[in-house]
C-alpha cells in the first residue's frame, strides 16, 4: 500500500507528464501552424490557362490554408465531392452566363449541396462557398483570395474553424462579362465539415 505522500507525488508527477504531452502536442500544432503560415506558394501570381489549372488550384489552397495558419486555425483537408460541385458550379456560371449563389433556374447553395454527395445521412454537417471571377492580374489565386480576405462574409467562411474540408473549382472565362479577350477565370470554393 502507497502511503498518502506517495500516492499525492505519484498523482502530481502523473499530472506533470500529462501536461508535457499535452504542451508537446500543442507546441508541434503550433510549429506546424508557424511553418504553414510563411510558406511560399508557388503559381499564385499565375492567370489561370488550360496549360496551369491545376498549379492555380493548389497555389488557392495553399494561400487560403496559409491565411488559415496566419489566424491560428488548421488548414483544409480537399474533398473530391466538394471539387466537382465547385469545379462543375463555376462551368455553369460561366456557360449560362450569370454569378451568383442561386442559379438562374432558381437552385440555391442549399439546394445544390444537398444533391451533391456532401452532407451525411444522418448527423450534423455544414456547409459555405465563396465565389469570384477576375480577368488579367485579377485572375491569380493571390488576387481573388486577397479580394476574399477583404470582403467580411467571404473572410468568415475562409477563416471558421468549423469549416475542415473544402473543394475548389476553376472554370476558364466569366460569367457573362466582356473581358475584352483577356485571360479570365471564375473561382468557387465550397466548404463543410460533417459530423
Known amino acids: 500500500m502507497t502511503s498518502l505522500p506517495h500516492r499525492l507525488l505519484l498523482l502530481l508527477a502523473t499530472a506533470a507528464i500529462a501536461l508535457v504531452a499535452a504542451t508537446g502536442a500543442s ?5 506546424t501552424l508557424k511553418r504553414v503560415a510563411n510558406q ?10 488550360a496549360s496551369n489549372l491545376s498549379v492555380v488550384l493548389d497555389a ?8 488559415r495558419a496566419r489566424s491560428g486555425v488548421a488548414g ?5 465531392v466538394l471539387r466537382r460541385m465547385a469545379s462543375g458550379y463555376a462551368r455553369q456560371m460561366v456557360q449560362e452566363g450569370f454569378f451568383g449563389h442561386v442559379t438562374p433556374a432558381g ?12 452532407p451525411p445521412r444522418r448527423g450534423a454537417w455544414r ?9 488579367g492580374p485579377m485572375a491569380t489565386p493571390r488576387d481573388v483570395v486577397r479580394r476574399w ?3 467580411p462574409p467571404h473572410r468568415r467562411n475562409l477563416l471558421d474553424r468549423r469549416f475542415r474540408e ?15 479577350g483577356r485571360p479570365s477565370a471564375t473561382y468557387v470554393q465550397e466548404l463543410g465539415a460533417r459530423g
Open 166 to 180: 473544402t473543394g475548389i473549382g476553376i472554370a476558364l472565362g466569366t460569367p457573362g462579362t466582356d473581358s475584352r
Open 40 to 49: 511560399e506558394c508557388p503559381g499564385a501570381n499565375l492567370v489561370p490557362d
Open 76 to 80: 483544409l483537408s480537399r474533398r473530391s
Open 27 to 31: 507546441a508541434d500544432a503550433r510549429q
Open 60 to 67: 488557392t489552397s495553399c494561400l487560403i490554408d496559409r491565411e
Open 127 to 135: 456547409a459555405g462557398e465563396n465565389l469570384a471571377w477576375g480577368t
Open 107 to 118: 437552385a440555391s447553395f442549399g439546394q445544390r449541396i444537398a444533391v451533391s454527395g456532401y
Open 149 to 151: 480576405l477583404a470582403s
